[in-house]
T-cell receptor
Framework: EAQVTQNPRYLITVTGKKLTVTCSQN?????MSWYRQDPGLGLRQIYY???????DKGDVPEGYKVSRKEKRNFPLILESPSPNQTSLYFC????????????FGPGTRLTVT | DQQVKQNSPSLSVQEGRISILNCDYT??????FLWYKKYPAEGPTFLIS?????DKNEDGRFTVFLNKSAKHLSLHIVPSQPGDSAVYFC????????????????FGQGTILTVHP
C-alpha cells in the first residue's frame, strides 16, 4: 500500500531533550516536506527536500533540522525542543514538487513541557 | 505576514446546496494554487489545483476559480454532501526569480465546512 508513515504518532517530552520524528514513504517520490499545524495558523511549511541531499527552508525552519540521505526517509530533528514547538506535525511527499498532489502522513502530536 | 488568507473560519451549508470556500493571497509571485481537505485525526488529502495561467478548473463536484487581478480564489462544491464536512486549506506555490523555489508551499488558516443533512 502506497503510504507515508510517521513515528512516533504521539510524543510528550521535556524542554531541551533532543528528539527525532521519522518520516518514510514507499512511493519513490522525489519531493518530501514537513509541516506543522497550529490553531488559527493553519499549516506552515518547516523544511522541504526536492531530492536526496537537497533540502531547503520553508516558512518556519527555526529550531528544526532535517536530512535527506536516502530517497524514502526524511527525518525531522529538534535539537533542543521548546514549548513553542508543541504542535501537530505532518510529513508529506509528492512525485515532483509542491505543485503536484502531496501525500500526507497521519501526523505526529508533539507536546514539549 | 500571512500571504495566504482564508478569512472565514467556518461555513455551514445544507446538503445538496453549493459550498463556496474563499481564499485571498498577497504574493503576486504565486503561480500554482491547490486545495486540500482534512478530516480529524488524519493527514490532509489533495482535492484540486489550478495554474495561474487558467481561471477555472473542474473535477466532478469540485471547481476552483482563480481571479488573478483580485488575488482571489474560490472552491465551489456542488452539490454538497455530509461527507464533505472537513477542514479545507488553500495553498500556493511561489515561483521565484531563477525558478529555484518549486518546493515552497504556503497554506491558509483553513475553513471548517459543515454540511447538514
Amino acid at each position: 500500500e502506497a503510504q507515508v508513515t510517521q513515528n512516533p504518532r504521539y510524543l510528550i517530552t521535556v524542554t531541551g531533550k533532543k528528539l527525532t520524528v521519522t518520516c518514510s514513504q514507499n512511493m519513490n517520490h522525489e519531493y518530501m516536506s514537513w509541516y506543522r499545524q497550529d490553531p488559527g495558523l493553519g499549516l506552515r511549511q518547516i523544511y522541504y527536500s526536492m531530492n536526496v541531499e537537497a533540502t531547503d527552508k520553508g516558512d518556519v525552519p527555526e529550531g528544526y533540522k532535517v536530512s535527506r540521505k536516502e530517497k524514502r526517509n526524511f527525518p525531522l530533528i529538534l535539537e533542543s525542543p521548546s514549548p513553542n514547538q508543541t504542535s501537530l506535525y505532518f510529513c508529506a511527499s509528492s512525485p515532483r514538487g509542491a505543485s503536484h498532489e502531496q501525500y500526507f502522513g497521519p501526523g505526529t502530536r508533539l507536546t514539549v513541557t | 505576514d500571512q500571504q495566504v488568507k482564508q478569512n472565514s473560519p467556518s461555513l455551514s451549508v445544507q446538503e445538496g446546496r453549493i459550498s463556496i470556500l474563499n481564499c485571498d493571497y498577497t504574493n503576486s509571485m504565486f503561480d500554482y494554487f491547490l486545495w486540500y481537505k482534512k478530516y480529524p485525526a488524519e493527514g490532509p488529502t489533495f482535492l484540486i489545483s489550478i495554474s495561474s495561467i487558467k481561471d477555472k478548473n473542474e473535477d466532478g463536484r469540485f471547481t476552483v476559480f482563480l481571479n488573478k487581478s483580485a488575488k482571489h480564489l474560490s472552491l465551489h462544491i456542488v452539490p454538497s454532501q455530509p461527507g464533505d464536512s472537513a477542514v479545507y486549506f488553500c495553498a500556493a506555490r511561489a515561483l521565484f526569480a531563477g525558478g529555484t523555489s518549486y518546493g515552497k508551499l504556503t497554506f491558509g488558516q483553513g475553513t471548517i465546512l459543515t454540511v447538514h443533512p
